[in-house]
């Protein structure tokens, strides 16, 4: 796992090298901590900006003018719409906290407070991320639930039929 995650680090890193990058790619990340679910999403920024220029239907321009006031509401209406995550069979309200940009990566963050952890049975994910506009998108969750020796890795292909799964957990 390890190694998947440093391949896709170098891939992101050496975005600015290529003109388009050679993967269609998502990483999430759901993680436990002190009372709270945190989900952070990160994407190519220029996947992530011709997606949500289609969703709301007017120019999102990421890439050139940062993330302003109306690039967030549509990031976070879009996202809000295409990933949602179910607790013993309960949706999850995220809350939104920030978006921000690192070289050509979009960074996209939420919280949850959740004091009850001890009582999750199943984790469902639909992740259908950037599925809209890339035939080839991939996305990818990593859940935390439990601590380092309990991650989950959860991988999403918009070529697969399937675009929900679950974790059950036995605590």
């Not at 891939?11 to 003109?19: E, N, Q, V």
Request: aromatic share 12%.
């Amino acid at each position: 796992m390890k190694l998947k995650f440093l391949i896709l680090l170098i891939a992101l890193s050496s975005y600015k090298a290529f003109a388009l990058h050679p993967i269609n790619l998502s990483v999430g990340d759901i993680v436990y901590k002190d009372g709270k679910l945190y989900l952070k999403i990160k994407f190519f920024t220029d996947d992530l900006q011709a997606t949500v220029s289609q969703y709301c239907k007017y120019s999102v321009d990421i890439m050139n003018k940062g993330i302003d006031a109306n690039s967030e509401k549509c990031i976070d209406r879009y996202i809000l719409s295409k990933f949602e995550v179910y607790v013993n069979g309960s949706l999850l309200k995220w809350t939104y906290k920030r978006a921000y940009l690192r070289e050509a990566v979009t960074y996209v963050e939420y919280e949850i407070k959740f004091n009850t952890i001890k009582s999750v049975k199943t984790l469902k994910i639909k992740n259908t991320l950037l599925f809209d506009v890339i035939a080839e998108q991939k996305n990818i969750v990593n859940v935390n639930l439990f601590g380092p020796n309990a991650i989950k890795v959860v991988k999403f292909d918009n070529e697969a039929e399937e675009h929900s799964k679950e974790i059950i957990y036995s605590n």
